[in-house]
């Protein structure tokens, strides 16, 4: 608790030092007292500083720049500075500010599984390190079942893209990413999947994520994205809780009344292209004739869904 605090006004004390501390216009209500910033805090602050220090270069005077904001212009900022630019620009200039005191990391409500399109996990691995690449996922696991996390599972990484499920369309913001070392069209081996059900089991128990929140990316990116590829074995996922599968034993004929497109709808995919939504749903469910249309077994087992999980 004490360490977040002293961090939140390390940020303060690091981005007021840029230089636009003049032109917040807001004060803040309840000033903190260096009597309150313990030792470590000032180490921390320290560091920072000689960090920002050897690392920023001014390229031009801020206030050569008309109507610019007075921010030195950074010359390659490194990816924790970013991320404090990104904090400073969460403080709205326009109020007041007064600390509270409870909070806590935002966490992840979904998990998106990704295949990679990829020969290894060391190629993926340096496709997320590339910095043209500007692509990232929490997780990759290789084919030998090896689990290599790349991001803290707080941070928001970039792997979801364009996409939408239900009415969130900022994905990357909610969920995390998992990457399967895959080409695209190979099935996955046994060993994958296993460290692929331990690891979602962590997850889920951890962060609370609801069952129905366990996707794919082509489910929530349909027209661009077609992974995991139609061998992912979704049924394996959802016996274990993760995902959501039909009962195959026995598909009730839907009643006349219902509508394909509504429950699609209802269980998140965009329709704003109806085939590519429903070739996103039956590479998942249906595995055979991956197309944009629905046979009446289709229309059962997605009754088959509806009725049971939404
Ligand atoms: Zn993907």
Redesign the pocket.
Known sequence: MMKWGGLGLLLITVLCACGSKKDLKQKPLIAATESKVDSLTQVIKESAKSVRESTTTLLVSADTLPNFPSIPVIKELTPEEKLMEQRRAGVNKNTDWANAIHYDNRKPNYV?I??TSQNSTAQTVRTFQLAHTKVSSHYVIGRDGQVIQMLNDYDRAW??GKSKWGTITDMNSVSL?I?LDNNGREPFPETQINSLLVLLDTLKSKYLIPQLNFIG?ADI?PTR?D?PNVNFPWKILAEKGFGVWYNEDFLPEPPTAFNPTDALKIIGYDMSNPEAAIRAFKRKFIRTEVNGVLTARDRAVLYDLYRKYY
């Open positions: 998106i990704h295949h792997h979801a990413g990457e990316h990116a994205k992974d």
